[in-house]
C-alpha cells in the first residue's frame, strides 16, 4: 500500500487485494487512553456527541488523514472492506476499550442507526454452546449463509460494523466473505427480471421491528453496477417464482468458488460496504466451553 498515516501500519489483506488491513500501532493505542477514559458507555448511549468527540480523538492522532482514508476505502466498489485492530492487545484493551474504538471508527464514516435488537446505536451479543434465539445469528453450530445486513428495516444501511470482543474456547466459526464483482453468477442473477420484483421483508421477535418492508433483491448504482439486499432468513416469496428465484441465489452464494474464509483475532472490527460485500460465518466445532461476544453497528454515510 502507498498510503501511510503515522501511527498506523497499513497492507493489503492476505486474502484479497480487496480488503485492507489497518493495524493501530501501541504509541497510538497509548495516546487515546486519555480521550477514550473521559467518557463512560452510559455517556456515549445517552449523549450522541460524545461519540464524534472519540471520533475526533482518533482522527487527530492521524493528523486528520484517517477518516479520508476510511471513506475512501468504503466508498470505492474495488475495495469497499478494510479490518482494523490493535496492532497487539495488551492489558489495557479491555471490552469497554474496544466498544469505544468501534464507536470511534464508526463516527469517521458515517452515522449509526439506531439498533432495535438492542435498543441504542450498538449491539452486543454472543455466540454460545446453548441457543434458545430465533435467529442464525447465535445459533453456534449452524452455518451462516452469506447476507447483507438491514434488508428489513426501513432505516438506510450502507455499511456494517463487526467487531469481536471475545472468543474462548472456539474452533471454527470463520467469517466468510464475498465481493459482487467476484462472484461469478452475479450478471446471470442480477439480470434476472425476478431480481427487480419487490420482495417482502420481515424478521423474527428478537430484532423488536414491528412492520414489514418491501424491495427488490438487486438494484443499480449510479454507474449501473449490482447492489445486493438480501438475507435468507428474512424474505417473504409471493409465489412460485420468487421462491424459486431466492432458491437459486441462495445456492449460487453458498457454491461460489469466490467466497472466501477469514479467522478474525479478537479486537478487530470488520468494516464493509453494505451494498457489494456479502458476510456470513462457518459452524464452531461443539464445545460446551464455546463464548464468543460481537458488536454491531451498521448505518448511513454522512450526507454533507
Same mark, same amino acid.
Given at each position: +500500500? &502507498?498510503?501511510?498515516?503515522?501511527?498506523?501500519?497499513?497492507?493489503?489483506?492476505?486474502?484479497?487485494?480487496?480488503?485492507?488491513?489497518?493495524?493501530? &500501532?501501541?504509541?497510538?493505542?497509548?495516546?487515546?487512553?486519555?480521550?477514550?477514559?473521559?467518557?463512560?458507555?452510559?455517556?456515549?448511549?445517552?449523549?450522541?456527541?460524545?461519540?464524534?468527540?472519540?471520533?475526533?480523538?482518533?482522527?487527530?492522532?492521524?493528523?486528520?488523514?484517517?477518516?479520508?482514508?476510511?471513506?475512501?476505502?468504503?466508498?470505492?466498489?474495488?475495495?469497499?472492506?478494510?479490518?482494523?485492530?490493535?496492532?497487539?492487545?495488551?492489558?489495557?484493551?479491555?471490552?469497554?476499550?474496544?466498544?469505544?474504538?468501534?464507536?470511534?471508527?464508526?463516527?469517521?464514516?458515517?452515522?449509526?442507526?439506531?439498533? @432495535? +435488537?438492542?435498543?441504542?446505536?450498538? @449491539?452486543?451479543?454472543?455466540?454460545?454452546?446453548?441457543?434458545?434465539?430465533?435467529?442464525?445469528?447465535?445459533?453456534?453450530?449452524?452455518? +451462516?449463509?452469506?447476507?447483507?445486513? %438491514?434488508?428489513?428495516?426501513?432505516?438506510?444501511?450502507?455499511?456494517?460494523?463487526?467487531?469481536?470482543?471475545?472468543?474462548?474456547?472456539?474452533?471454527?466459526?470463520?467469517?466468510? +466473505?464475498?465481493?459482487?464483482?467476484?462472484?461469478?453468477?452475479?450478471?446471470?442473477?442480477?439480470?434476472?427480471?425476478? @431480481?427487480?420484483?419487490?420482495?417482502?421483508?420481515?424478521?423474527?421477535?428478537?430484532?423488536?421491528?414491528?412492520?414489514?418492508?418491501?424491495?427488490?433483491?438487486?438494484?443499480?448504482?449510479?454507474?449501473?453496477?449490482?447492489?445486493?439486499?438480501?438475507?435468507?432468513?428474512?424474505?417473504?416469496?409471493?409465489?412460485?417464482?420468487?421462491?424459486?428465484?431466492?432458491?437459486?441465489?441462495?445456492?449460487?452464494?453458498?457454491?461460489?468458488?469466490?467466497?472466501?474464509?477469514?479467522?478474525?483475532?479478537?479486537?478487530?472490527?470488520?468494516?464493509?460496504?453494505?451494498?457489494?460485500?456479502?458476510? %456470513?460465518?462457518?459452524?464452531?466445532?461443539?464445545?460446551?466451553?464455546?463464548?464468543?461476544?460481537?458488536?454491531?453497528?451498521?448505518?448511513?454515510?454522512?450526507?454533507?
Amino acid at each position: +500500500m &502507498k498510503n501511510e498515516i503515522e501511527g498506523f501500519e497499513i497492507k493489503e489483506n492476505d486474502k484479497t487485494s480487496r480488503i485492507i488491513n489497518i493495524d493501530i &500501532k501501541d504509541e497510538t493505542i497509548e495516546k487515546l487512553l486519555f480521550p477514550f477514559n473521559k467518557f463512560d458507555l452510559t455517556a456515549l448511549e445517552y449523549k450522541p456527541f460524545t461519540r464524534f468527540t472519540i471520533a475526533k480523538s482518533l482522527d487527530d492522532l492521524s493528523n486528520n488523514k484517517l477518516s479520508k482514508f476510511l471513506n475512501h476505502i468504503i466508498k470505492d466498489r474495488n475495495t469497499g472492506c478494510f479490518i482494523i485492530k490493535p496492532k497487539n492487545i495488551t492489558s489495557k484493551i479491555d471490552d469497554t476499550f474496544l466498544v469505544k474504538l468501534s464507536t470511534a471508527v464508526a463516527h469517521l464514516i458515517g452515522k449509526p442507526n439506531h439498533d @432495535a +435488537m438492542a435498543g441504542k446505536y450498538y @449491539a452486543r451479543f454472543h455466540v454460545k454452546h446453548v441457543d434458545k434465539s430465533d435467529s442464525y445469528l447465535r445459533k453456534a453450530y449452524t452455518n +451462516m449463509d452469506l447476507h447483507t445486513d %438491514g434488508t428489513y428495516v426501513q432505516e438506510k444501511t450502507d455499511w456494517l460494523l463487526m467487531s469481536k470482543i471475545e472468543e474462548k474456547n472456539a474452533e471454527g466459526g470463520e467469517t466468510s +466473505m464475498l465481493h459482487l464483482d467476484d462472484w461469478e453468477h452475479c450478471e446471470e442473477l442480477f439480470n434476472d427480471p425476478v @431480481a427487480k420484483e419487490n420482495f417482502i421483508w420481515c424478521s423474527p421477535k428478537s430484532k423488536n421491528i414491528d412492520y414489514k418492508v418491501e424491495h427488490p433483491v438487486f438494484s443499480s448504482d449510479s454507474k449501473g453496477r449490482a447492489q445486493i439486499s438480501y438475507i435468507d432468513q428474512f424474505p417473504e416469496p409471493k409465489n412460485m417464482k420468487q421462491g424459486i428465484f431466492l432458491q437459486k441465489l441462495s445456492d449460487s452464494l453458498e457454491e461460489s468458488n469466490k467466497k472466501f474464509l477469514s479467522k478474525l483475532p479478537v479486537g478487530s472490527s470488520i468494516i464493509a460496504n453494505n451494498y457489494f460485500w456479502l458476510h %456470513g460465518r462457518r459452524p464452531f466445532k461443539e464445545n460446551k466451553e464455546l463464548s464468543r461476544e460481537l458488536l454491531r453497528i451498521r448505518g448511513s454515510f454522512f450526507q454533507e
